[in-house]
């Protein structure tokens, strides 16, 4: 546990040297916590990984293709990142979306950043569809309709499934192109 607050620059601020992607304010280098679950990888869901960030599939048949950019380094905030590591993040969440509507053809993509429960800096990028369980509210909200509300949205599910699991190929490929 930290004792002190940790001062940060001025947003937008760039520091004249940085010496890792991963260094950031004195809080960034704190040890990683033995109770992080975001601190041990799942190599099942890992979809692509590298020294900064990982990206896993959240495996759940009524969000196809969910996926939970996360970064390797124990930080709560993005300020505790270096700005190199802050653009790498900013590029693979655009390419990662991007990759998502092209693929999924969702109506809409949530990408999202609380950390509230989990303090450990990941992004959920979420397809969402207007007949999807929670549309429009989060997905963390109670849902709107029954999953067994309808057959003809479990065989919609199922397609959006295939395609989810064609979506989660192609990302290494795509992520590692970014640096």
Not at 49 to 63: E, G, N, Q, T
Not at 100 to 121: E, F, I, T
Not at 130 to 138: E, G, T
């Amino acid at each position: 546990m930290r004792s002190a607050v940790a001062q940060h620059p001025p947003v937008g601020t760039v520091l004249e040297s940085e010496p890792s992607i991963m260094s950031g304010p004195p809080s960034a280098m704190d040890s990683r916590p033995i109770s992080c679950p975001l601190c041990t990888p799942d190599s099942v869901a890992t979809l692509w990984s590298d020294d900064h960030f990982r990206l896993v599939k959240v495996v759940d048949p009524h969000l196809p293709g969910f996926v939970r950019l996360i970064s390797q380094q124990h930080v709560a905030e993005m300020s505790d990142l270096s700005a190199t590591a802050q653009r790498q993040m900013f590029r693979l969440l655009v390419a990662i979306e991007s990759a998502m509507r092209v693929n999924l053809s969702p109506d809409k993509v949530n990408v999202a950043s609380l950390g509230n429960q989990v303090p450990h800096l990941h992004w959920h990028i979420i397809p969402r569809w207007k007949d999807d369980l929670y549309f429009p509210d989060s997905i963390w909200s109670a849902p709107k309709r029954s999953p067994a509300a309808s057959s003809a949205v479990t065989v919609v599910e199922v397609e959006r499934l295939a395609r989810a699991e064609t979506f989660w190929k192609s990302v290494p490929e795509i992520c590692a192109a970014i640096r």
